[in-house]
T-cell receptor, first 109, second 116 residues
Framework: GQNIDQPTEMTATEGAIVQINCTYQTSGFNGLFWYQQHAGEAPTFLSYNVLDGLEEKGRFSSFLSRSKGYSYLLLKELQMKDSASYLCAVMDSNYQLIWGAGTKLIIKP | GAVVSQHPSRVICKSGTSVKIECRSLDFQATTMFWYRQFPKKSLMLMATSNEGSKATYEQGVEKDKFLINHASLTLSTLTVTSAHPEDSSFYIC????????????FGPGTRLTVT
């Protein structure tokens, strides 16, 4: 079966750094996506990785290791507005997105 | 940009009635649109994949006669919940995929359906 694992909830302090991990087992791989979803809103696209390595975009970075079936999303200089759920999704060989359950990130002052 | 709109944002209806939700890609063409359902504190659940000009592909367990999907143009897909029941109350989200790019999906703002 296909499986995406990520922690259910994480807590971090404003101004700090947090790393959200995602491991996956899918039938084929055509890229990994990270989305941010605030409560009651639809997800918004954050990043896409298809090759191994780190992709940096402002305060957010995403890392991928295909051999390990592993990715992480790194958030720096945390702000209160970063409190949200972060969804990891993998595109399988049929170009279907397989979604993780999401990690709820709580930012404390 | 890649903007997707969804209408209505909230709807309350009585049991037995039908509700139509529209999903539009405003600044790009989308040959493929997706309809998701999300329960509180749960992840997205794909209901169906909608391709312009052809029948939608429904995920296992999703009743195609209850959730009617139409994708008549490259910028519009509709989901009609027929004979709605309280258990159909949920957050329904559509997304559209650009023809070009990395196949990322751009989401509409969602529709919160409450069936009384």
């Amino acid at each position: 079966g296909q499986n995406i694992d990520q922690p259910t909830e994480m807590t971090a302090t404003e101004g700090a750094i947090v790393q959200i991990n995602c491991t996956y087992q899918t039938s084929g791989f055509n890229g990994l996506f990270w989305y941010q979803q605030h409560a009651g809103e639809a997800p918004t696209f954050l990043s896409y990785n298809v090759l191994d390595g780190l992709e940096e975009k402002g305060r957010f970075s995403s890392f991928l290791s295909r051999s390990k079936g592993y990715s992480y999303l790194l958030l720096k200089e945390l702000q209160m507005k970063d409190s949200a759920s972060y969804l990891c999704a993998v595109m399988d060989s049929n170009y279907q997105l397989i979604w993780g359950a999401g990690t709820k990130l709580i930012i404390k002052p | 940009g890649a903007v997707v709109s969804q209408h209505p944002s909230r709807v309350i209806c009585k049991s037995g009635t039908s509700v139509k939700i529209e999903c539009r890609s405003l600044d790009f063409q989308a040959t493929t649109m997706f309809w998701y359902r999300q329960f509180p504190k749960k992840s997205l659940m794909l209901m169906a994949t909608s391709n312009e000009g052809s029948k939608a592909t429904y995920e296992q367990g999703v009743e195609k006669d209850k959730f009617l999907i139409n994708h008549a143009s490259l910028t519009l897909s509709t989901l009609t919940v027929t004979s709605a029941h309280p258990e159909d109350s949920s957050f329904y989200i559509c997304s559209a995929r650009k023809v070009e790019g990395h196949y990322e999906q751009y989401f509409g703002p969602g529709t919160r359906l409450t069936v009384t």
